[in-house]
């Protein structure tokens, strides 16, 4: 009977294990550069791979990391990634990055999460007011630090996080992700503007607020 609830707990552990490791796989080869014309390639995880004879050094090169982004918007930011769909040598490496850029007096890099891959960011210039908040059974709590040029900060992997530029001039930073393609959902644009919308009648509820402004807030989306 021992050995019966062994095998069974055996068992569970091997089965959480998977989920464990159900994130970006380890490479099965030396590298794994993404084809988008699947004629010649084999398919091993991620995307399919290009015939490794045939693969070339521009296979592992992007530039334009140099140049800022356009942050003429409502929110004063503008992300640059460099995933695998940017630059296809990522392709089961488990890595990727990102440059972020930030208007003065307040660029933000709203509220979002990553639903596979914890981020590594440093600031390059300027001043940020970063963070991200626990889960639920943590308390939900905030966690948060001014960061100056050359400080390294450390999302979690699914927290919902933010960086928001607090100083007079433009702010650049950097960040790394255990992913190559980490995926981003920006909780508003997520919660009021999903297609279709959600229920007013949900989002009333959820956030205790007049149906009228649940609507507002769904049309500013």
């Not at 490794?52 to 929110?75: C, I, M, Q, R, Y």
């Not at 930073?173 to 009648?201: E, R």
């Not at 989002?203 to 769904?218: E, H, I, P, R, S």
């Amino acid at each position: 009977m021992k050995c019966a609830y062994f095998l069974i707990a055996f068992a569970l552990l091997a089965f959480a294990s998977s989920f464990a490791s159900a994130y970006d796989p380890s490479p099965l080869q030396d590298f794994c550069v993404a084809i988008n014309d699947t004629k010649n390639g084999v398919f091993v995880n991620g995307k399919f791979c290009k015939d490794p004879k045939l693969v070339v050094a521009e296979d592992f090169f992007l530039s334009g990391f140099d140049k800022p982004g356009n942050t003429s918007n409502a929110v004063g930011s503008f992300v640059t990634p460099a995933f695998v769909e940017q630059l296809l040598g990522l392709n089961t490496l488990g890595v990727s990055l990102v440059r972020i850029d930030f208007a003065p007096y307040g660029g933000l890099n709203p509220p979002h999460t990553h639903p596979r891959g914890t981020e590594i960011l440093v600031v390059q210039e300027g001043t940020l007011y970063v963070g991200f908040v626990s889960s639920n059974q943590d308390g939900n709590r905030l966690f948060t630090k001014v960061l100056n040029k050359g400080d390294i900060f450390v999302f979690p992997i699914g927290m919902i996080h933010f960086q928001l530029n607090i100083g007079k001039t433009p702010a650049v930073a950097f960040a790394a992700l255990s992913s190559q393609n980490p995926g981003t959902i920006t909780i508003a644009n997520s919660v009021f503007g999903s297609n279709p919308p959600i229920n007013p009648d949900v989002l009333t509820k959820a956030f205790m607020l007049d149906k009228n402004v649940v609507k507002y807030l769904q049309s500013r989306f």
